[in-house]
């Protein structure tokens, strides 16, 4: 290419309107398409941040049991095994059932989390997984 090729003809400033907009369309495009599987794939990494705290709240809730021979009285908040939400702050963690023999505990999504297609975590003292609210199935969220 020659230097002259690379110089604008005398009145051409800029872009046209035109190409302005092909651009813009094409940005709109590429971010219509990109943006959807980016929250999708943000929503799946954060769903870690669930399971790895449920698993940690029943080893607290084992260690209770074996402290005092029963899962009744542990609670999740400030003053009980763990707090009450996620470490990431994803989830709210809640205890939804305990009695001498057994407990249930879950995570319910919170922020940002909120709407994801697992919906809410619940982990049994026997090591049985389910979720609530979910369009997923608990092999893909588990």
Known sequence: MTVACLRRRPGQRGLTLIELMVALVMVAILTAVALPSYRQYVQKSRRA?????????AQAMERWYSERGTYAGATVD?????PSSSP????????????ANGFSISAAPAG????????SYTLEEDGSR???GATLTSAQCW
């Open 130 to 132: 389910s979720l609530s």
């Open 49 to 57: 941040d669930a399971t790895t705290t449920l698993l940690t709240l």
């Open 78 to 82: 400030s003053g009980g095994l763990m």
């Open 88 to 99: 990431q702050g994803f989830y709210t963690l809640s205890i939804t059932a305990q009695d």
């Open 112 to 119: 940002a989390q909120t709407g994801d297609a697992c919906g």
